[in-house]
């Protein structure tokens, strides 16, 4: 059931394995979760699916709702970007004036096909950046969720993966380690947007590990003690 007193969240792109599962989890913790598409019906099947699955799971009521993109960044207070990285600038400019003054969470890896296990880290230095100076500085972009294993968020299980939460903004980061933490994951303030570079290159060696061992490989961060 949602809580009234969250903020709403949206995600764009979010008819995919990733989107929809973090879609899963944020609805799950009682968020109202709003998945965007390029196409309303799309997003209509995609939530569909989702309460389907849910209602299995034993969760009779979820709060998910469907919209087109730029429907769904107007009517959320937190967005979240899980397109491809050949069509984060394009839906980017479609949705820019209803993100002024709010928090998009960027998850773009730079992957170039078909080499996606070599970095390959765009002129700017990374997709985030990328995200930050084409929204400027009324935008608040925060990079998290890229070394998450979308087979993990979809099976609701095995979540023993860190994230890395990188922005200029250190309030829009602890509102962002917030849905991690709701998503069931650990997230670390892990410096300004320009540091985004480093999780997003994490993703192709984690592709290669993953292919080398056949798993949903994660990071985590070690060595914190008391300080965790």
């Known amino acids: 059931m949602k809580n009234e007193s969250l903020p709403v969240l949206a995600i ?19 968020y109202r ?56 600038a394009s839906t980017l400019e479609r949705v820019k004036p209803a993100l002024q003054g709010k928090i998009l969470i960027d998850v773009t890896v730079p992957l170039v ?9 765009p002129e700017q230095g990374s997709a985030g950046q990328i995200a930050q100076e084409l929204l400027g500085e009324e935008v608040r972009v925060v990079s998290a969720f890229q ?12 979540l023993d993966c860190d994230v890395l939460v990188c922005g200029d903004s250190k309030q829009a ?9 709701a998503a069931g994951m650990r997230g670390f303030h892990a410096g300004l947007i320009n ?22 490989a994660g990071i985590t961060i070690s060595g914190l003690g008391a300080a965790e």
Do not use: F
């Open 147 to 158: 070394n998450v294993a979308a087979h993990h968020l979809q099976e609701g299980h095995g």
């Open 173 to 181: 980061r602890a509102e962002v380690i917030k849905l991690v933490k």
């Open 113 to 121: 096909p078909p080499k996606v296990g070599r970095v390959q880290l």
């Open 12 to 30: 764009l792109g979010g008819t995919g394995d990733l989107g929809t599962g973090l879609a899963r989890c944020w609805a799950q913790a009682g």
């Open 33 to 88: 979760v709003i998945i965007g598409s390029r196409t309303r019906d799309k997003a209509e099947a995609a939530a569909a699916d989702l309460r389907e699955v849910m209602a299995e799971r034993g969760v009779a009521e979820v709060g998910v709702e469907a919209m087109e993109n730029l429907e769904a960044a107007s009517a959320a207070d937190i967005i979240t970007l899980t397109v491809p990285y050949s069509h984060q």
């Open 195 to 216: 540091n985004a570079a480093a999780a997003e290159a994490l993703t192709s060696v984690l592709i290669n590990i993953n292919r080398q061992y056949k798993c949903h």
